[in-house]
């Protein structure tokens, strides 16, 4: 394993203090039980939107705190989820008595650890699980499918409708919405090492490739043989209309996000295939992004998202956001 | 049971877990994300450093804080149901006036049921629950069959292995190994497997005392 650390102990602590110091404009970070906010108090009347996950998905969740997006991040440790404790705290600071909306990643362990949260809270509160991987089969005989970068988009769009003032059930409803118009593929060229373990979470051969990949290196759909990049978009792109069924003519955001590992240079290549596809089918792209914000540690490989977007969703992108990781509008 | 019973379990705990762990990381590296040992292996430690503070308090009150140590302390599905096993059994009813093997018996099944409710799984989903609930199973009928307590033990810790093995060949419906699909038979589960060896050591702590 070779990576920029001193101890794995001190790994997420340093790399959290760096955080807060490069970004102390925007956000400051708490420690004991680790939480990070918003520099400046949730003004009042707002919604507090909190969200949370396993550390190792830079820039999500605490490159997305900040104007318009988040009001407050729960890193866990290196994939894993946080812990009720670090909500409780979180919530507390910043919920301005408007409620707190909690936006959960469809794991197991972290809805068990949101769930015993919301439990624990006394004041009003709500929760947005995304659920937009749809290489998993969603079923009532499986955990279900997995909330990945998606969540990126649901974080941006109801942030943009909690800062405009909507209310704590609004907010709920627009991020379901959101979930349900997304949808998520990824594949894997190689695996990841969680700092703790020191080696890989999965071994994997040189022309092999994991699709349908979640963002823990867990396994997806099948191993394959490596394909053209055009190849491997047109089947992220198929498993993904295959379930979303979007419309001709109708407007998505087209978001391509970078595992870790793999350059911006590819990202922007399996843009262009992606239009390419998309083009054919008189699918409208109308909103972009590409860049690394759900990743897996130094994996290499990427995921597709698309969202199909109406009015309403498209006024909520578009308004301004300031965080570490997104700003436009400012 | 009492609460210097739970400390020096915990370290009986910690010596076999060790000894057992790379076999564990790597069950979970082939059909989870690896990550099961840390947690497991984290939460017996914060378990242990507790026991300045927990040492002269009352069973209810020393088992709240086990409970809020693991639940802060392991973080991800262990951490939280972990938690809810020690949460739910510190509201057992009368604990802080002793506990005998029966009452032992029927706060951890207690326990086992909340788990249960937690992580919404069930037998033959290929997770822990796979053994706790056989094995809570085996010890409350050996209580209402009047079954002497090392009986009762030595039964437990058979039906504990057998519940682990029994993980091999079953698909995995809950939690990371159900996005395998069938490419998670052929494997035990992790968290199978470090349940069985917590079980068997208590167990066997208590009928070697």
């Known amino acids: ?330 | 049971m009492s609460v210097n019973f739970l400390i020096h379990s915990a370290k009986e705990i910690q010596a076999v877990i060790d000894a057992n762990a790379s076999e564990i990381e790597k069950l979970d590296q082939e059909i989870g994300d690896g990550d099961h040992i840390f947690n497991v292996q984290r939460g017996i430690k914060l378990v242990i450093e507790l026991e300045a503070v927990i040492k002269d308090l009352p069973m209810s009150k020393a088992l709240n804080q086990i409970a809020m140590k693991v639940l802060s302390g392991i973080g991800g599905s262990s951490g939280a149901l972990f938690g809810t096993l020690f949460m739910t059994m510190a509201k057992g009813n009368d604990i802080d006036n002793g506990v005998d093997y029966k009452k032992a018996i029927e706060i951890f099944a207690d326990g086992v049921e909340a788990v249960k409710q937690r992580g919404k799984a069930d037998v033959g989903e290929k997770t822990m629950m796979d053994v706790l609930i056989p094995v809570s199973n085996c010890l409350k009928k050996g209580v209402e069959d009047n079954k002497d307590v090392k009986e009762i033990l030595k039964e437990a810790i058979e039906v504990a292995e057998k519940a682990m093995f029994s993980t091999k060949d079953l698909l995995a419906t809950k939690g990371r190994a159900s996005f395998l699909g069938e490419r998670a038979k052929g494997h035990i589960d992790p968290g199978a497997r470090s349940s069985q060896l917590m079980i068997k050591t208590v167990c066997e702590s208590v009928l070697n005392s």
């Open chain 1, 1 to 330: 394993m070779k990576k920029f650390m001193n101890s794995a102990d001190d790994f997420l602590k340093e790399s959290l203090q760096g955080f807060g110091a490069a970004h102390q404009d925007i956000v400051n970070c708490h420690y004991d039980p680790n939480f990070i906010t918003r520099a400046t108090p949730t003004k009042e009347g707002k919604v507090a939107l909190i969200s949370g996950g396993g550390s190792g998905h830079e820039p999500m969740h605490g490159g997305l705190v900040g104007y318009g997006m988040l009001d407050a991040a729960c890193p866990g440790f290196v994939f894993s989820s946080p812990t009720p404790d670090q909500m409780l705290a979180a919530a507390e600071k910043v919920d301005s008595g408007a409620g707190v909306l909690f936006i959960v990643k469809n794991y197991s362990g972290d809805v068990m650890n949101f769930q015993m949260a919301a439990e624990m809270m006394q004041g009003p509160n709500e929760s947005v699980l995304t659920n937009d991987d749809v290489a998993v089969e969603d079923s009532s005989f499986t955990t279900g499918r997995r909330g990945v970068a998606a969540t990126v988009v649901v974080e941006k769009i109801v942030g943009s409708l909690a800062e405009h003032g909507g209310s704590l059930q609004e907010c709920k409803a627009l991020g379901d919405k959101v979930n349900k118009n997304s949808g998520s593929m990824g594949v894997a060229f190689s695996s990841c090492t969680v700092p703790a373990a020191g080696k890989p979470n999965f071994d994997i051969g040189d022309d092999e490739m994991e699709f349908g990949v979640g963002i823990h290196g867990e396994p997806g759909r099948r191993r394959d043989k490596m394909k053209s990049a055009q190849e491997i978009t047109n089947e992220l792109l198929e498993a993904i209309n295959e379930d979303l069924k979007p419309e001709a003519n109708e407007e998505i955001l087209l978001f391509v996000n970078g595992m870790g590992g793999t350059p911006l240079t590819e990202l922007y290549l399996i843009y262009d295939n992606a239009k390419n596809m998309l083009d054919k089918k008189n699918i409208k792209i109308s909103r972009s992004l590409v860049g690394n914000y759900c990743t897996s540690l130094e994996m290499q490989g990427a995921s597709i998202t698309l969202t199909k977007l109406d009015e309403e969703l498209l006024k909520h992108w578009d308004s301004s956001v300031h965080t570490a990781a997104m700003r436009w509008g400012v």
